[in-house]
C-alpha cells in the first residue's frame, strides 16, 4: 500500500521557470491538499480539492495552480517560479467527513530550490 | 477563522524522562478535532494523536497522551518515557467540524538527549 505518493522529490528552478509537481493516492479519498512548509511557519495550505474536478483555494495561493482531473491525482503548477516559492511541499489526502476527524495522510514532500 | 499556536520553537529532554509541548487554538466553533503530527529528520509527517472536542477523556497512544482542557482552548502533547526517535518537529493542528482541511501551528523541535 503505497499511500501518497509525491515526485520529483527534489527539484531546482531558475527563476522564471515553469514545473508541475505530481501527487497520487491510492486510498480512495475524497479530498486532496497540497501544503507548503516554511521554518517557523508550520504548514500553510495553497490549494485544496473535494472531488474530481473540483478545486478551492487555501491561505497562500497565489503563484500557484492546481488541477485535480482524476480522483487519485492532483497536480501542483507553478507557472513562473520565484524565489519566494522555495519551500517543501506537502501533497496530503483524507476521507470526506469527520467521523473520526479524518486525518491527513501525507507524502514525503518534495524539497524545491528557487535561484 | 481558526488559529494555532506553539509557544516553544525548541525543547530538550532526557532520555527517558517526560516532557510535555504546549499548544493553544482559538475557534469559535464547538465541533472540532485536535491533533498531533510528528515530523522526523526524514521529513515524513506522522499522526501521533488525534482527540475529539466532544470527548472529555483525554487521548492516550502507548507514550504519547494529551491534557486537552477546552475551556482554557489548551491541548499538550506529554511525552513519556522519551526515547531518542523521538527527535522531531512536532506540529499541533485543528480541524473544525465544518472545514475541509487542517490547520497547523509552527512546531516545536524536541531534540531527546542520551
Known amino acids: 500500500n503505497a499511500g501518497v505518493t509525491q515526485t520529483p522529490k527534489f527539484r531546482v528552478l531558475k527563476t522564471g521557470q515553469s514545473m508541475t509537481l505530481l501527487c497520487a493516492q491510492d486510498?480512495?479519498?475524497?479530498?486532496m491538499y497540497w501544503y507548503r512548509q516554511d521554518p517557523g511557519m508550520g504548514l500553510r495550505l495553497i490549494h485544496y480539492?473535494?472531488?474530481?474536478?473540483?478545486?478551492a483555494k487555501g491561505e497562500v495561493p497565489d503563484g500557484y495552480n492546481v488541477s485535480r482531473l482524476k480522483k487519485q491525482n492532483f497536480l501542483l503548477g507553478l507557472e513562473s517560479a520565484a524565489p519566494s516559492q522555495t519551500s517543501v511541499y506537502f501533497c496530503a489526502s483524507s476521507r470526506a467527513g469527520t467521523a473520526d476527524g479524518s486525518p491527513l495522510h501525507f507524502g514525503n514532500g518534495t524539497r524545491l530550490t528557487v535561484t | 477563522a481558526q488559529t494555532v499556536t506553539q509557544s516553544q520553537p525548541e525543547m530538550s529532554v532526557q532520555e527517558a524522562e517526560t516532557v510535555t509541548l504546549s499548544c493553544t487554538y482559538d475557534?469559535?466553533?464547538?465541533?472540532?478535532?485536535l491533533f498531533w503530527y510528528k515530523q522526523p529528520p526524514s521529513r515524513q509527517m506522522i499522526l501521533v494523536i488525534r482527540q475529539e472536542a466532544y470527548k472529555q477523556q483525554n487521548a492516550t497512544e502507548n507514550r504519547f497522551s494529551v491534557n486537552f482542557q477546552k475551556a482554557a482552548k489548551s491541548f499538550s502533547l506529554k511525552i513519556s518515557d522519551s526515547q531518542l526517535g523521538d527527535t522531531a518537529m512536532y506540529f499541533c493542528?485543528?480541524?473544525?467540524?465544518?472545514?475541509?482541511?487542517?490547520?497547523f501551528g509552527s512546531g516545536t523541535q524536541l531534540t531527546v538527549l542520551p
Open positions: 486510498m480512495n479519498h475524497e479530498y
Open positions: 480539492s473535494v472531488g474530481e474536478g473540483t478545486t
Open positions: 475557534t469559535s466553533e464547538n465541533n472540532y478535532y
Open positions: 493542528a485543528i480541524r473544525l467540524g465544518s472545514a475541509r482541511q487542517l490547520t
